[in-house]
């Protein structure tokens, strides 16, 4: 029995797709020559068919033969993408021709999208498919046809040769097909490429490794399918006739992307599926609202855009508004950007609160973008019908309390569907409420994590790169020259308390004039050995507008002025030195991004403090310096501006250099428990009840006070019910209680009950509330003297760079998740004390055995799992191999690895760049997954080394010197 690329894989996606509705033709047997692009007898068929101005008259059929046949032509002397677009739109139904009475146009069908029955077009599938053009042939291993237009091909190769996968299928359609016979693929909707373990789908000039997987969303209790399973879970899912429709129709993009070249998108399968979700959840009518989760640089921009053009098509919905609201101006632009690239027809960006008013009072059909801040001043109802679809993005807590509920109002029969890149913790529970259906399982109508995001390849892992400051303060220093400082000025205690607790802050220690030259020593030197020489950029996270400013210099004396650039938002109260050098108009910030972008220009470094942490897309940008404390989703949102892909480059992860230590942060934002979110679901119904009862208890503080009497009248009346300050100090706390309650429930519709009562509560609340003017006004006369007096007492230690490096990976996610990091502790225990125990008797080792036990006694109650005892198990294994280096006991495979790492660094010059450390890592890794014990004494060990090597090198890496080979073969013998 033999197993090969025709009767394994290529013969099994032919008879899954074939079908009573998909007749299978073998290639030899099609009516048609070798040259012809199209089966042109069943064109002509389904042009009569479906067209009755081409049925009354059959030689139009030819007619518009004669304009397709000219439109596949026009690929072989100009663009095959231009071509390609322009046939889908005659595919679509986009195009006419003068059949009508008198000239008169009239709309061309070639396939029906009316009837859902896949018996209503004619479908086949082929094998072995002849293509020639000129003295060039190809044979393309499967072809499908809609009413004879080829509109999907396939490429198998064999599940059974481990030098060849789906990459090299893709290649070969991409890099051969597209590029010697481009006129087949004019009419192609999709590629496919397996090879019975996996499968990818991408369109016209997608580059091979954009191409993306297809799974079904999991059930929790079915096994991951692997093999040809999972390859049939995703033949049945894209390789379905209406599927194909669907991408055709509504899940492809024909956009312009940032050197203004034109390229083709289509759906991944989390958009599609999303999207679909939303549609179906329209259509059925019964649920309003559902929350989609799709992790940050997965595509939700587009998914907004393709559930967009399904919906403004669906005849049900009798022409539909589609809402697209975002919480900020960058996010407005960078989605309007999206949708204007995509070509989306009725598009309007609202472009102020009045237009936002008039589009929804007249019932504009159109995708309106707009900022929920255009809803804050809307007048009650503006719109009450039923096929408004509103998609907001980053539909978090923050971005919703009382604006959202203003949107509600206004739209009170609408769809509400939240979209987030960061997932929602216990924290947010409004935002479930607001927008999870209990229906849904965890409260998501459709989720895309981060494991998945990466195991996919939509997005890269995160390296996290400890690189923390030590800073010592001069305590006693501080003191001496403060008490002078105080004695000199004739302060009162409490205004050396309002000054010293200002003084001695976290920003006061971060921003330390020493603290920021050695950072930025640190940076300049870390960006221009590790990350400039492979062609990527870099972007500096710094406390606030100041430290922009500051950061500027010192980087512009260590690379120069033009490698650096400050974005930040510019307002009246900056100093005008900032206004001059860095205010940017939206052009001029769109231009410096678009160099950003550029490998060739010379803007390396990007310094920011709130902006470009959301919202910006930079794939050629992989390592981010932080060096400001944040949070939650601030944290997650701003990490992963890093972890785009860039196959161009070979990018292979994001680099987060944490001057902070933001690690455990981060981890523990990636961390919830879908249990306790429904619990907290569950209690919003419970708070409903108490927001009456607190309020009525904070008015009653107010016995015979008119509320409805305005200005100082009403003021002075409602102070006077608060005659002491226990009497404001009790209606303080149950001020408080209301304030947390109203927070918790926004934007829960039932708060429009109870505005009028909070908003006057508010107000007389600020009205009695001390203000701290001490504390102002001597940090106003102050402030400097007190911030140059500490920086003289405090020292910085350049930031220490021996700290462990932490892959933030789709599997540590997971461990993270599911409890694995004992595992992971438990593997890294045994490896550390096997190695203490080969040197017994040598001091040293005794020592870091004291260490490991007294480790295990620190963490032994409960805390066996903690990131805390990860990172000081790891530095401990990093002490260990130390001491083993200084006994020249070096481990025999870290041995062979410094051996390849010689022998490729050899072999780089200017014309042949390698990247070393990748070369050795794949090598080491695919060795180390082949081999077994013992494995030089047999033939088969050596022949599946021999084949790994020869697959990284010559296949990956296309490094075909054999001698090479050979040195390095010989290395992995005498080392694994």
Known sequence: MTFNEANSVRDFVRDLVGSVDVQFIPGRELPRTTDSVLLEAQVKAALIRLNPEVESEPSRADEVLHRLRAIILSARQGSLLAANEEFAAWLNGDRSMPFGPGGAHTT????????????????????????????????????????????????????????????????????????????????????????????????????????????????????????????????????????????????????????????????????????NLMVERVLNGRIKKGLIWHFQGSGKSLLMVFAAQKLRAMARLANPTVLIVVDRIDLDTQITGTFTAADVPNLVSSDSRAELQQLLREGARKVIITTIHKFSEAPGVLDDRHNIIAMVDEAHRTQEGDLGRKMREALPNAFLFGLTGTPINKRDRNTFWAFGAEEDKGGYLSRYTYQDSIRDGATLPLHFEPRLSEITIDQEGIDDAFNELATRHDLSEAEKTALSQKAASLETLIKSQDRVQKVAADIAEHFTSKVAPNGFKGQVVVYDKAACVAYKEALDGLLGADASAVVMSIDARDPQVWKDCFALDKDAEAKLLARFNDPADPLQVIIVTAKLLTGFDAPILQAQYLDKPLRDHTLLQAITRTNRTYAEKGKTHGLVIDYLGIFDDVAQALLFDDKSVQRVITNIAELRNQLPVAIATALSFFPGVDRTVSGYEGLIQAQAALADDAAKDAFALAYSIVGQLWEALSPDPILSDHEANYRWLTDVYESVKPTDLTGRLVWHSLGAKTLGLINEHVTVEVPRTDL??????????????????????????????????????????????????????????????????????????????????????????????????????????????????????????VVKSVRFDGWQNTSEGDRLVQQALRKTLYVKYKIRDNDVFERALGYIREYY
């Open 108 to 275: 061309v069908r070639l396939i029906d999208f009316d009837n859902p029955q896949a018996s209503a077009n004619k479908w086949m599938v082929s094998t072995e498919v002849t293509f020639t053009s000129g003295r060039i042939e190809r044979r393309f291993d499967l072809v499908l046809w809609c009413n004879g237009l080829p509109v999907v091909v396939g490429e198998a190769k064999s599940p059974v040769r481990p030098a060849y996968s789906w990459f090299d299928a893709a290649a070969q359609i991409h890099d051969d097909y597209e590029k010697n016979v481009p006129s087949f693929f004019v009419p192609n909707v999709l590629s496919f490429a397996t090879e019975g373990k996996d499968f990818r789908f991408g369109s016209v000039g997608m580059p091979v490794g954009m191409w993306g997987p297809w799974r079904k969303e999991p059930d929790g209790s079915a096994p991951v399918p692997v093999g040809l399973a999972a390859v049939e879970e995703a033949i049945r899912g894209v390789l379905f006739p209406a599927t194909i429709l669907d991408f055709l129709r509504f899940f492809t993009a024909f956009a312009t992307d940032k050197k203004h070249r034109k390229i083709k998108v289509i759906a991944r399968f989390q958009q599609f599926q999303g999207a």
């Open 804 to 925: 462990e490096t932490i892959i933030l990976d789709a599997q540590v996610i997971e461990d993270l998740s599911s409890g694995k990091q004992r595992e992971v502790k438990e593997e890294l225990e045994r490896q550390i004390t096997a190695r203490i125990a080969k040197h017994i008797n040598n001091p040293k080792f005794v020592e870091l055995g004291q260490r490991l036990n007294a480790l295990r006694e620190k963490y032994s109650h409960g805390q066996q799992a903690s990131l805390e005892f990860l990172k000081e198990l790891f530095a401990l294994a990093r002490d260990t191999v130390a001491a083993e280096k200084e006994v020249a006991e070096v481990p025999r495979e870290e041995r062979g690895r410094a051996a390849l790492t010689e022998l490729f660094e050899s072999l780089k010059d200017a014309d042949t760049p390698v990247m070393v450390e990748r070369v050795v890592n794949d090598v080491d890794q």
